[in-house]
């Protein structure tokens, strides 16, 4: 009994904590959705060339497995290739030659999407900053895409950031590793050419819509609720109020008419695909996808940027927004609150258990 009454106490001290740290988490990221509109501007465009971290993460490797000897000969050697290339770079200045000319440029860019696409407005200024120094004849757009899909209006414009790169002419490389579903794969199929691991999900070429609806619930318990629109349109179904089957027959053609634009958008931009056959929600794994032509090849990102090394440079870029410190202080309370949470979870298990 007496480990019954602390165990609990010990409950109750956790449940106060996290409530308040809710409370703080809620008060925090709310002071920092009100300054964001304030510093959208604000951030800084990150690049790195991939060229070197690889080459580093080989060189490590190797000198990890030489001898002392074999290592002092294979410094002395990069020290003198490393004398001759700043050597060439400094003496192509003087001359007045700068780039060499034909010189292939591969550029990384990275998409992580959730279901509003939030990344998109990051994608659209790595797109710019791309653009203005790309070259259709020699250079290449590499876009490494995660999503699941989400919302249709925000996927149209993130899939449209792409189809600024397809219009200039540049290559364009989309790169599946993982998930590349519903408005994932809308983003995908603008690419030249699709890349995917051997398990990576793709397709989901439809179109879904739910929600709850509480008229029933709020009519037993005598609360009324009132809809009123101007247009007969405005509102088809309602969470609160009762729907009806016209209602009803009007957002299923909505859905059907979002899913035909859907689909004419994926045929525009890879006519070899067969749209009646793989347009029907369903997903494929990645091997399945390149039978029914979804994606182009079988290949992970880092296979596909590793080789693009020997093509030329290959350069990663990203934009980043600069954090308010109210969203600093948010995400570290996130990851504490989950930290503790994820603590009471386990004890309360493992008090199971035993």
Request: proline share 2%; with cysteine; charged share 30%.
């Amino acid at each position: 009994m007496e480990f019954l009454t602390e165990y609990g106490l010990f409950l109750a001290k956790v449940a106060t904590f996290v409530v308040a740290a809710i409370i703080l988490a809620s008060i925090i990221f709310s002071a920092a959705h009100r300054d964001r509109d304030d510093h959208e501007g604000e951030g800084e465009l990150k690049i790195r060339k991939l060229n070197d971290q690889y080459r580093k993460l080989k060189e490590s490797i190797q000198t990890r497995l030489m001898s002392d000897a074999e290592y002092k000969i294979w410094s002395k050697k990069k020290k003198k290739e490393y004398k001759a290339e700043k050597k060439a770079a400094k003496s192509s200045t003087k001359e007045g030659e700068g780039e060499q000319p034909g010189k292939s440029r591969i550029y990384v860019i990275d998409f992580d999407g959730d279901i509003k696409a939030s990344d998109t407005d990051t994608l659209r200024r790595s797109v710019s900053a791309v653009l203005s120094v790309a070259d259709p004849k020699t250079d290449e757009v590499v876009v490494r895409l995660e999503s699941g899909g989400g919302l249709v209006h925000a996927y149209g414009l993130a899939a449209a950031q792409l189809d600024r790169i397809r219009s200039k002419g540049v290559p364009l490389t989309a790169c599946v590793d993982k998930v590349a579903a519903s408005g994932g794969y809308m983003m995908a199929c603008v690419a030249d050419k699709i890349i995917a691991s051997p398990f990576a999900v793709l397709g989901s070429i439809g179109v879904v819509a739910q929600l709850p609806n509480f008229h029933r619930f709020l009519k037993k318990n005598d609360v009324d609720f009132e809809v009123l629109t101007a247009g007969e349109h405005k509102r088809t179904l309602t969470v609160f109020g009762e729907n009806t089957d016209k209602g009803r027959q009007k957002f299923l053609e909505d859905l059907e008419d979002t899913h035909g634009l859907f689909k004419e958008y994926v045929s525009e931009r890879r006519p070899d695909l067969d749209i009646q056959a793989v347009a029907n929600g369903d997903i494929w794994f990645g091997k399945r996808a390149l039978e029914v032509k979804l994606i182009d090849e079988i290949k992970t990102s880092d296979e596909y940027l590793i080789e693009a090394c020997d093509r030329g440079d290959v350069v990663s870029v990203s934009f980043q927004r600069k954090r308010t410190l109210p969203e600093k202080l948010g995400l570290a309370t996130s990851a504490a609150l989950e930290h503790t949470l994820w603590k009471v979870l386990s004890a309360f298990r493992n008090q199971k258990i035993q």
